[in-house]
């Protein structure tokens, strides 16, 4: 079964870092790029980063930029994203995703909340 599994989010200060693990299972993780996206509450869904198969070109949205690293492990399957200087606009629904041939497949999202 293709499956990709969120992890990490939680509470955090505005300031304050979270590190978001993506899993992949079901398909060959290292052959494909992989993408971040999120979603506030009552708001369309936010592009956030994205990296290639090979870890070579990494993209940000504007708002994240110098704030967010994306990264990956092909060894294990995982994708990351390590969020500093987080900001209130940062809080929403955190998902990983990616295409593959018979579709976007996406995870169940990990929630990131920050508040003081």
């Known amino acids: 079964e293709v499956q990709l599994v969120e992890s990490g989010g939680g509470l955090v200060q505005p300031g304050g870092s979270l590190r978001l693990s993506c899993t992949a299972s079901g398909f060959t993780f290292g052959n494909y790029d992989m993408t971040w996206v999120r979603q506030a509450p009552g708001k369309g869904a936010e592009w956030v980063s994205a990296i290639d198969s090979g870890s070579r070109v990494p993209a940000y949205a504007d708002s994240v930029q110098g704030r967010f690293t994306i990264s990956r492990d092909n060894a294990k399957n995982t994708l990351y994203l390590q969020m500093n200087s987080l900001k209130m606009g940062d809080a929403a629904v955190y998902y990983c995703?990616?295409?593959?041939?018979?579709?976007?497949?996406r995870g169940q999202g990990t929630q990131v909340s920050v508040s003081s």
């Open positions: 995703r990616t295409t593959l041939g018979e579709g976007t497949i």
